[in-house]
């Protein structure tokens, strides 16, 4: 059972073959979060053309900058939630976009209380977390028991299954709204 091939359908693939351009991909470039008074690196030297090459870079950002270098720097100097779209372009007029975002906040500060300053081994602790960030809120709080093990809340409680070397430092993170640890 042969099939039958047409001049169109030979044609057809011909141009295919001749005008297929697999669009860049665009890697390496994601959401951002630092605080303010802090340079952010823009990097677009991870994306490529799986058929050609790149011929270029252009970054726009929400507040009507834009750059079109494949690498450079922004500083910024004040709390934001600012939308970046990035286009790359291929050598073909092949178009890939992406976007993301950056979040300039302040990082919260963190206070931890404990009912006890000291326990023995499989003595529960009760701990009490308090965060304030300048520019919003505190959304989580995240406990390292330097043990190997974590937990999260503001409120936690925890015992230590052996002495270990006699001390165990306990650490509590907290992020804010725009992701940013403290």
């Not at 790359?88 to 500060?109: Q, R, Y």
Request: aromatic share 12%.
């Amino acid at each position: 059972d042969a099939k039958t091939f047409h001049n169109t359908d030979l044609a057809l693939a011909l141009f295919w073959w001749l005008h297929h351009n697999e669009m860049p991909v665009i890697a390496g470039v994601e959401d951002v979060a630092v605080e303010p008074k802090t340079s952010v690196e823009f990097n677009g030297s991870g994306c490529y053309d799986p058929d050609g090459e790149i011929a270029s870079y252009l970054w726009e950002f929400d507040d009507g900058e834009v750059y079109t270098d494949e690498l450079f720097t922004r500083r910024y100097s004040s709390s934001a939630n600012q939308i970046v779209t990035l286009t790359v372009t291929d050598t073909e007029s092949g178009i890939s976009k992406l976007v993301f975002h950056v979040n300039v906040s302040f990082a919260p500060e963190v206070w931890i209380e404990a009912d006890k300053d000291s326990v023995r081994t499989l003595e529960q602790i009760r701990f009490t977390g308090t965060g304030e960030d300048p520019d919003g809120e505190v959304e989580t709080y995240l406990w390292d028991w330097g043990d190997g093990t974590t937990g999260d809340g503001d409120k936690a409680a925890h015992s230590w299954s052996s002495a270990g070397n006699g001390t165990y430092t306990v650490t509590l993170t907290a992020i804010d709204d725009m992701g940013v640890p403290g």
